[in-house]
């Protein structure tokens, strides 16, 4: 609906997300009057599934919450019920986890790369129309993503959904022998995965920057994964434990999914560029060096160029997957008993789309009282509608389908899974 | 799932796949005549079966889900635009109503599940 001096940018399903959501900003001539990033896709109450069941069943239920990053989920899981239970797991297993997280990193990046993020870059309405341009690219995706597929699949059992992880480890563990058949591959992973930076890197990205404060892990030795401290470049260093005391999250009217903010603060950015800025100098050197050669220097601020972080993120992930398989040596027993006690445990694993939290109360029998699980996608929703605020601004004087596909765009930035927000494009830009 | 199992048990070639596009892609790479046989929500009956031929362009096929909506139609439209489409394919829809974790096919579907089998039968002689 327009009308004189105004006007109403307004995406009825955004495409190329994971899950339902819209997109309903307002314009006052030059000004954004108000930006909603609206959720529908219904709640999915996984918090109230888990109540009552044993903390065994953790792993499998929460992985259903997301079809492309069930390894977040199971991992946040296993590691706030071993927190809660004082469990020490195999360190042999504590590999195999990194193992498993680079698998699905492998392919959940891979996909939002080449097949979500780069046909905006290069002018496609969607991969299907890409693919008839650029075979050779698409190809190399689907090679990428079946690869990561293919990891998953030897320790976690199947690709979606795996059902071998386990709280104290995993049902089965893989023999040598089955990890050192995947590195022929991984080893051309690795080699697709910087060529793809050294592609990402000569893409056109709209000149937007943003002063954020980037959430992440960050470990005393590692890329974070699983563990490490949570950190901020605005000084935040706390422990998962502290999570609720520093976050809150807030129902909006307009979405079905919870926003979080940080308490006193507001919005906050996780995902790649958040573990990149705050980890950097923890990447292995090859992915130091080509995220050099591609131009990205810390901080980097510009969300369109997640997608080189990605790419980035890609090599590191064939790379320590490679590392990791070359000093695996299979543990003892693939996961160590845990006895029933009533406790509470919090944990943080950075899912491929930024800090997955979880929180279990379990009593003596050890069936779960309560549970907390804020996804990254819920993180990231008010920092989403703070980006389109400013960047629909600069769009004021396009005309109006234009401003509506770059906004869509934009949100792609955030490789946003609304089914998870939603345990969580429709654009509509009123001008008036 | 099930219509694998009836299938396997009848001696005709089959594999269980999770729908993910480009796991299909592989299965089919190769082959010329190809049944995909997934669960469906069109709003039809329970039990309804849907059936549409590859050979033209499939409608809503587009990536404009999900990424869970990375699935058969995608994988043939994919499949199409790469050059990859086996000669013949099919996709035999079956309506669902009941999807939640731990449910069972209601008697329609598995009603229409034998009828989807024994058509895939008899096409093979």
């Given at each position: 609906?327009?009308?004189?001096?105004?006007?109403?940018?307004?995406v009825d399903?955004?495409?190329?997300?994971?899950?339902?959501?819209?997109?309903?900003?307002?314009m006052?001539?030059?000004?954004?009057?108000?930006?909603?990033?609206?959720?529908?896709?219904?709640p999915?109450?996984?918090?109230?599934?888990?109540?009552?069941?044993?903390?065994?069943?953790?792993?499998?239920?929460t992985?259903?919450?997301?079809?492309?990053?069930?390894?977040?989920?199971?991992?946040?899981?296993?590691h706030?019920?071993?927190?809660?239970?004082?469990?020490?797991?195999?360190?042999?297993?504590?590999?195999?986890?990194?193992?498993?997280?680079?698998?699905?990193?492998?392919e959940?990046?891979?996909?939002?790369?080449?097949?979500?993020?780069?046909?905006?870059?290069?002018?496609?309405a969607?991969?299907?129309?890409?693919?008839?341009?650029?075979?050779?690219?698409?190809?190399k995706a689907?090679?990428?993503k079946?690869?990561?597929?293919?990891?998953?699949?030897?320790?976690g059992?199947?690709?979606?959904?795996?059902?071998?992880a386990?709280?104290?480890?995993?049902?089965k563990t893989?023999?040598?022998?089955?990890l050192?058949d995947?590195?022929?591959?991984?080893?051309?992973?690795?080699?697709?995965?910087?060529?793809?930076?050294?592609w990402?890197?000569t893409?056109?990205?709209?000149?937007?920057?943003?002063?954020?404060?980037?959430?992440?892990?960050?470990?005393?030795?590692?890329?974070?994964?699983?563990?490490?401290?949570?950190?901020s470049?605005?000084g935040?260093?706390?422990?998962?434990?502290?999570?609720?005391?520093?976050?809150?999250?807030?129902?909006?009217?307009?979405?079905?999914a919870?926003?979080?903010?940080?308490?006193?603060?507001?919005?906050?950015?996780v995902g790649?560029?958040?573990?990149?800025?705050?980890?950097?100098?923890?990447?292995?050197?090859?992915?130091?060096?080509?995220a050099?050669?591609?131009?990205?220097k810390?901080?980097?601020?510009?969300?369109?160029?997640?997608?080189?972080?990605?790419?980035?993120?890609?090599v590191?992930a064939?790379a320590?997957?490679?590392?990791?398989?070359?000093?695996?040596e299979?543990?003892s027993?693939?996961?160590v008993?845990?006895?029933?006690?009533?406790?509470?445990g919090?944990?943080?694993?950075?899912?491929?789309?930024?800090?997955?939290?979880?929180?279990?109360?379990?009593?003596?029998?050890?069936?779960?009282?309560?549970?907390?699980?804020?996804?990254?996608?819920?993180?990231?929703?008010?920092?989403?509608?703070?980006?389109l605020?400013?960047?629909?601004?600069?769009?004021?004087?396009?005309?109006?389908?234009?401003?509506?596909?770059k906004?869509?765009?934009?949100?792609?930035?955030?490789?946003?899974?609304?089914?998870?927000?939603?345990?969580?494009?429709?654009?509509?830009?009123?001008?008036? | 799932?099930?219509a694998?199992?009836?299938?396997?048990?009848?001696?005709i070639?089959?594999?269980?796949?999770?729908?993910?596009?480009?796991?299909?892609?592989?299965?089919?790479?190769g082959?010329?005549?190809?049944?995909?046989?997934?669960?469906?929500v069109?709003?039809?009956?329970?039990?309804?079966?849907?059936v549409?031929?590859?050979?033209?362009?499939?409608a809503?096929?587009?990536?404009?889900?999900?990424?869970?909506?990375?699935?058969?139609?995608?994988?043939?439209?994919?499949?199409?635009?790469?050059?990859?489409?086996?000669l013949?394919?099919r996709?035999?829809?079956?309506?669902?109503?009941?999807?939640e974790?731990?449910?069972?096919?209601?008697?329609?579907?598995?009603?229409?599940?034998?009828?989807?089998v024994?058509?895939i039968?008899?096409?093979?002689?």
């Amino acid at each position: 609906m327009n009308g004189r001096g105004g006007r109403t940018i307004k995406v009825d399903t955004l495409a190329r997300v994971e899950g339902e959501g819209a997109l309903y900003i307002k314009m006052a001539g030059d000004r954004v009057a108000d930006v909603k990033l609206k959720v529908y896709e219904p709640p999915r109450m996984f918090e109230a599934f888990l109540r009552g069941r044993h903390f065994s069943e953790a792993p499998d239920i929460t992985a259903r919450i997301c079809g492309i990053c069930p390894i977040a989920y199971q991992m946040s899981a296993v590691h706030a019920i071993e927190r809660a239970l004082d469990v020490k797991i195999d360190p042999a297993v504590r590999l195999l986890r990194r193992l498993f997280y680079c698998g699905e990193w492998i392919e959940s990046h891979a996909l939002h790369v080449y097949m979500l993020h780069a046909p905006d870059f290069l002018g496609y309405a969607d991969v299907i129309e890409m693919a008839q341009d650029h075979r050779a690219i698409v190809e190399k995706a689907l090679r990428l993503k079946k690869i990561g597929n293919h990891l998953v699949q030897v320790l976690g059992g199947r690709e979606i959904h795996p059902i071998s992880a386990a709280v104290g480890g995993f049902h089965k563990t893989p023999a040598q022998a089955q990890l050192h058949d995947l590195v022929s591959d991984l080893e051309w992973a690795l080699e697709a995965s910087l060529e793809t930076v050294r592609w990402a890197a000569t893409l056109q990205f709209p000149k937007f920057e943003q002063e954020y404060e980037f959430v992440a892990l960050r470990h005393p030795e590692e890329y974070p994964l699983n563990e490490g401290r949570l950190v901020s470049n605005h000084g935040l260093d706390i422990d998962a434990s502290e999570y609720e005391d520093r976050f809150l999250e807030v129902h909006v009217k307009h979405s079905n999914a919870l926003q979080s903010i940080l308490r006193g603060k507001g919005s906050y950015l996780v995902g790649p560029l958040a573990r990149f800025n705050l980890n950097f100098d923890r990447l292995p050197e090859v992915a130091r060096k080509v995220a050099t050669e591609a131009g990205l220097k810390p901080p980097v601020k510009n969300p369109f160029k997640s997608i080189v972080v990605r790419a980035v993120e890609l090599v590191f992930a064939c790379a320590e997957a490679l590392r990791i398989i070359a000093v695996y040596e299979p543990p003892s027993a693939p996961r160590v008993p845990v006895a029933n006690r009533a406790a509470t445990g919090q944990a943080i694993t950075e899912a491929p789309r930024g800090i997955l939290y979880h929180r279990y109360s379990i009593d003596e029998n050890g069936l779960i009282r309560t549970a907390k699980i804020v996804p990254p996608t819920s993180q990231n929703q008010k920092r989403i509608e703070d980006d389109l605020r400013e960047y629909a601004a600069q769009l004021a004087a396009w005309p109006l389908e234009e401003a509506t596909w770059k906004c869509e765009q934009a949100v792609r930035c955030y490789d946003p899974c609304i089914s998870c927000a939603t345990h969580f494009l429709k654009v509509v830009i009123e001008r008036e | 799932m099930l219509a694998a199992e009836r299938l396997l048990a009848r001696g005709i070639h089959a594999e269980i796949c999770l729908g993910e596009a480009s796991e299909l892609m592989e299965i089919w790479a190769g082959v010329d005549d190809v049944v995909v046989i997934d669960a469906v929500v069109t709003g039809a009956e329970t039990g309804a079966v849907h059936v549409w031929d590859a050979g033209s362009p499939l409608a809503h096929a587009t990536v404009s889900g999900s990424t869970h909506g990375f699935g058969p139609g995608e994988a043939v439209e994919l499949s199409r635009a790469l050059g990859t489409l086996p000669l013949r394919l099919r996709i035999y829809g079956i309506e669902g109503k009941r999807f939640e974790l731990g449910s069972e096919p209601s008697p329609a579907v598995r009603k229409a599940i034998e009828e989807v089998v024994g058509r895939i039968a008899s096409l093979r002689g």
